[in-house]
């Protein structure tokens, strides 16, 4: 796990392990290893034995590390993994301090165009899903704003709350109980359909940037040539626990839908998201 014990990553990979372990009546271990840009933790996986003992819960931002460091890192994202399914979509959602005199994307992209570099945008850190996200609607919507990078989501919406930056695009689990609270206004989701658990707040598109669109996907794999029978058992095993009620539920409440996949689905998923994070890295010069 290249997470910290926190997060929604956590809370998928500490549910297919608590399910994997009742199934197979074997002891199956949560290892979080964070750092360096989940680097850390997806290299021990490429280096590991091809045998589906050992798995990697990756998101958004794994697809982003190709060209986000090009030419130095130590494992192929493609090459040196075997997918094994897509496991759960959810919005970013578009938040800003109550006190930025914008209610809307398109009140927001004025205010941006009419004071360029001054708005602010807080993230998780370089290469990460907000970031990224940030950086596109930049490039669609035509505007210029100012990044402040923190170590993680928490202090981010830490100082969007207190109004040190002016907005932040945030998985939706991250945000919505400060959005809930009055802490937060919120202004649109990245996704093509709106959120139960934020029913009023308009899509991007509906808001008037009609070519934006992020998911932030979670997913499985295994490490490249565990055999295909591995990866088919895998693959049932994890698509029957994203299907358990209990589980669909567990994950609506925190505003994350179940998308299970096979694991061809996933490499192709992979592959386009690689592509499309490989030209907005380089178009906006992230480094």
Not at 280 to 287: G, L, M, Q, T, Y
Request: aromatic share 6%.
């Amino acid at each position: 796990m290249p997470f910290p014990p926190s997060g929604f990553n956590d809370v998928l990979g500490r549910t297919l392990a608590q399910e994997f372990q009742k199934t197979w009546g074997q002891p199956v271990v949560v290892d979080n290893r964070p750092g360096g840009n989940t680097i850390i933790g997806s290299d021990i996986v490429a280096k590991a034995a091809p045998d589906g003992h050992t798995l990697l819960v990756v998101a958004l931002p794994f697809s982003v590390l190709p060209s986000l460091f090009a030419g130095k890192l130590p494992f192929d994202v493609v090459k040196d993994f075997a997918p094994v399914s897509l496991c759960a979509g959810s919005p970013n959602m578009l938040v800003a301090n109550p006190s930025v005199p914008a209610n809307s994307v398109k009140e927001l992209i004025a205010l941006a165009k009419a004071q360029p570099g001054k708005l602010t945008y807080a993230s998780a850190g370089n290469g990460t899903s907000n970031h990224v996200s940030a950086e596109y609607f930049k490039m669609v919507a035509g505007i210029d704003m100012l990044h402040i990078p923190y170590k993680g989501s928490a202090p981010a919406v830490t100082d969007l709350i207190g109004g040190q930056v002016n907005i932040l695009f945030d998985n939706l689990p991250n945000v919505i109980q400060h959005v809930k609270a009055g802490k937060l206004k919120p202004l649109a989701v990245t996704t093509v359909k709106r959120s139960s658990q934020a029913p009023d707040v308009p899509t991007m598109q509906e808001a008037g940037v009609a070519d934006y669109e992020v998911s932030v996907w979670f997913g499985l794999l295994a490490t490249a040539g565990t055999p295909p029978d591995v990866i088919a058992k895998l693959n049932a095993e994890t698509v029957r626990v994203l299907n358990l009620p209990e589980v669909k539920a567990r994950f609506a409440a925190l505003g994350v839908d179940v998308v299970a996949s096979s694991p061809d689905q996933f490499t192709q998923h992979l592959k386009s998201e690689i592509a499309k994070w490989g030209k907005v890295v380089r178009e906006a010069k992230i480094k």
